[in-house]
């Protein structure tokens, strides 16, 4: 998991891109600030691929709910 977020303007990524680079693929992760609004985020592939491995198990999950859903329990 990603050591800490940590939140940057966009001005300040384009003047110092490389060492943000270095910092992601050391695990850090970028939300990218515009206007004080977050408009972006930056993490590692990485982080992106576990991120993906979790969505594709929850996919997965709910299939199984949907095609196979429980009792309630409930007496009529």
């Known amino acids: 998991m990603a050591k800490k977020i940590k939140y940057i303007n966009v001005?300040?990524?384009q003047a110092?891109?490389?060492?943000?680079?270095?910092?992601?693929r050391s695990g850090f992760s970028y939300k990218i600030m515009r206007?004080?609004?977050p408009v972006a985020?930056?993490?590692?592939?990485?982080?992106?691929?576990k991120l993906l491995a979790s969505l594709n198990?929850?996919?997965?999950a709910c299939?199984?709910?949907?095609?196979?859903?429980?009792?309630?329990g409930r007496k009529k």
């Open 63 to 72: 299939r199984s709910c949907v095609l196979h859903p429980r009792k309630t």
């Open 16 to 24: 110092n891109v490389s060492k943000i680079i270095k910092e992601i």
């Open 35 to 37: 206007y004080s609004e």
């Open 41 to 49: 985020v930056i993490l590692s592939d990485k982080e992106y691929e």
């Open 11 to 13: 001005n300040v990524l």
């Open 57 to 60: 198990e929850l996919r997965a």
